[in-house]
C-alpha cells in the first residue's frame, strides 16, 4: 500500500519507506560511531595518527599535535606523512630534515609487524613512537612524550651509580639482606676484609648461610651460628641497632654492627678495628701505667686499693710505701738518663720480690713506689717481704761500666688495723716511712698507734 507523507505529498511504497527508515536509522548509528571513536581517539593520553595506504592523514588527536607543536589548520586529513614532516621541519620542532626523518620512520612502517623506536625532537624532549599496520592497508601510529620518564631512569641510573661507588669506596664492608632474610648488596670491601670472593658469599645467600660459610672458611674462630640468628630476629623485632666485636683467627678484631631498615631487612657493616682498639689499649694503659718503668701510676693503684678494700671487707691486706735512699746522689752524679734507668731497674726487681701473682707494686712518682700485699697473714709474713725488699735494692746495680749504689725504706700500714680507708692507709703508710728513713734509712716501720703525732712533731722541729 502506497504511504502518502504527512503534507499530503506524493505517496512513497511502504516497501521504499521501510528502507528508507533503515538506511537513515544506520547512518544515524554510523554517525554516533564515529563520534565516539571521534572521542575515545581525542581523549587518549597518547597522541595518535592514522593513515591510509597511499599515506594520507585519516585522523589525528589533540596530543598528536600538541607533542609535535603542528597547526590543526594545516595538519587535516587527507595531507600526505611527507608533508606533516616537511611541516614540522618548517616550525622548527624537528631535529633532521623532512626527507631524513621519512628515511628513519619509513621502515619502521613497512614492517608488517608493530615497531617501537625513539626520537629526539629539537627542544630535546624525546618521543616513543609505535607503528601498527592496518589489516587493508596503511597503519596507525602511537606516540608519547617520554622525556620525565626517561629522566627519571637517567636519575635512578644515576643513584644506582653513586650508591655502588659509595659502595665500593666504604671503608666498612656491608651485607645487605632483604626481607626474605636473602643477600642482595654486598660491597667490595666486605669481601677484602674477609679475604674472600664473591662465589663464597653469593647474592641469595641467607644470614645463617653465611654465618656457616664464615666458619667453615676459618675465619671466625668460634661463633654460635644459633644465637646470631636469633640476635639479629630480636633485632629486627626491636627495630634497634646491634652491635658486636668479632675475633678473627688472624688476629684481627672487626665491629659488626645490624641495623633494620624500614620496609623489612637489615643492613650490616663490618669495620676493621684492629689498630683502633690496639690504640684505645695503648691509651687505657697509658692513663693507667708509669711511661718511664711501666708499673701501675697513682690512679690505677687507688682503684685497685678501693676495689680491694670493698672487697674484702674484713679480709687483711698490707700497703707498702716505699722510698729510695741516696737516689738524687745518682742524679747529681750520673745524669738523668742513668736516674731513669735505674728508676726502671728498681721496678724490675720490685716485681721479683712479689712472689703472690696479685700483690701490686706502683709507681706514685719521682722515686716513690706503693705495694699492695694481699692475702696478709700477719707482721711476719709483711715483714719477710719488707727485708726481701731491702736485701734486693740494696745490691748494687750496674750499666757501661758504672756501679750506683742506693737503698730502700719502707712504711708498713696493715688493713684494717691501721685505717678503715684508702687515704687512712696510705697517709699511715707514708708516716711508717718517714719514721723509717728519720732512723738511719735502709729499713722498714710498721705504723703504730702514736706515731703520726710524733711525726708531726718532729717536722715541726725541722
Known amino acids: 500500500m502506497p504511504v502518502a507523507d504527512a503534507k499530503d505529498g506524493p505517496t512513497i511504497p511502504k516497501r521504499e519507506a521501510e528502507g528508507m527508515d533503515r538506511s537513515r536509522h544506520m547512518e544515524d548509528e554510523l554517525r554516533e560511531q564515529n563520534q565516539r571513536f571521534s572521542a575515545a581517539v581525542e581523549n587518549m593520553s597518547h597522541g595518535l595518527c592514522m593513515f591510509d595506504a597511499d599515506e594520507r592523514m585519516i585522523i589525528c588527536n589533540g596530543n598528536y599535535l600538541n607533542i609535535f607543536c603542528l597547526e590543526a589548520s594545516v595538519i587535516r586529513p587527507g595531507?600526505?606523512?611527507?608533508?606533516?614532516?616537511?611541516?614540522?621541519?618548517?616550525?622548527?620542532?624537528?631535529s633532521q630534515t623532512a626527507d631524513e626523518l621519512y628515511a628513519i620512520r619509513k621502515p619502521y612502517i613497512d614492517q608488517a609487524?608493530?615497531?617501537?623506536?625513539?626520537?629526539?625532537?629539537?627542544?630535546g624532549r624525546i618521543v616513543s613512537i609505535s607503528h601498527r599496520p592496518l589489516a587493508l592497508g596503511g597503519w596507525v601510529s602511537i606516540y608519547e612524550d617520554i622525556t620525565e620518564q626517561r629522566r627519571a631512569q637517567e636519575d635512578l641510573k644515576e643513584q644506582h651509580r653513586r650508591f655502588d661507588a659509595a659502595l665500593a669506596n666504604m671503608s666498612q664492608g656491608l651485607l645487605m639482606y632483604g626481607a626474605d632474610g636473602k643477600m642482595i648488596v654486598r660491597n667490595r670491601r666486605f669481601l677484602e676484609l674477609y679475604n674472600v670472593t664473591a662465589a663464597d658469599f653469593p647474592l641469595g645467600t641467607t644470614h645463617r648461610e653465611?654465618?656457616?660459610?664464615?666458619?667453615?672458611?676459618?675465619?671466625?674462630?668460634?661463633?654460635?651460628?644459633?644465637?646470631?640468628?636469633?640476635?639479629?630476629?630480636a633485632c629486627l623485632t626491636a627495630a634497634k641497632m646491634h652491635s658486636a666485636y668479632r675475633h678473627l683467627t688472624d688476629g684481627r678484631t672487626v665491629l659488626?654492627?645490624?641495623?633494620?631498615?624500614?620496609?623489612?631487612?637489615?643492613?650490616?657493616?663490618?669495620?676493621d678495628v684492629t689498630e683502633r682498639r690496639r690504640t684505645e689499649e695503648r691509651m687505657t694503659h697509658l692513663a693507667h701505667h708509669d711511661t718511664l718503668t711501666g708499673l701501675p701510676n697513682r690512679s690505677m693503684f687507688r682503684e685497685r686499693l678501693d676495689l680491694a678494700l670493698e672487697a674484702t671487707a674484713v679480709t687483711p691486706l698490707a700497703i707498702f710505701s716505699l722510698d729510695l735512699d741516696r737516689f738524687k746522689a745518682v742524679n747529681d752524679t750520673w745524669g738523668h738518663p742513668a736516674g731513669d734507668w735505674l728508676l726502671k731497674s728498681v721496678a724490675e726487681r720490685l716485681q721479683r720480690c712479689l712472689h703472690n701473682e696479685t700483690d701490686v707494686v706502683a709507681r706514685f712518682g719521682g722515686d716513690e713506689f706503693v705495694i699492695i700485699q694481699f692475702n696478709f697473714k700477719g707482721i711476719a709474713n709483711a715483714e719477710k717481704l719488707a727485708k726481701r725488699i731491702v736485701e734486693t735494692i740494696g745490691k748494687p746495680f750496674r750499666d757501661k761500666n758504672r756501679e750506683m749504689h742506693v737503698g730502700i725504706s719502707l712504711g708498713i700500714a696493715v688493713f684494717p688495723d691501721d685505717g678503715g680507708d684508702a687515704d687512712t692507709l696510705l697517709r699511715n703508710a707514708d708516716t711508717a716511712l718517714y719514721r723509717a728513713k728519720s732512723e738511719g734509712r735502709n729499713q722498714y716501720r710498721f705504723f703504730e698507734p702514736g706515731m703520726d703525732a710524733m711525726?708531726?712533731?718532729?717536722?715541726?722541729?725541722e
Open 79 to 94: 595531507i600526505r606523512f611527507l608533508d606533516i614532516l616537511r611541516h614540522s621541519v618548517d616550525i622548527g620542532i624537528a
Open 113 to 123: 609487524k608493530p615497531s617501537t623506536y625513539e626520537e629526539t625532537l629539537s627542544d
Open 210 to 233: 653465611a654465618l656457616e660459610r664464615l666458619l667453615e672458611l676459618g675465619i671466625y674462630t668460634e661463633i654460635d651460628v644459633d644465637s646470631e640468628v636469633a640476635k639479629t630476629e
Open 256 to 271: 659488626v654492627t645490624r641495623r633494620p631498615m624500614n620496609g623489612g631487612g637489615w643492613v650490616v657493616t663490618f669495620d
Open 455 to 461: 711525726v708531726q712533731a718532729r717536722r715541726a722541729l
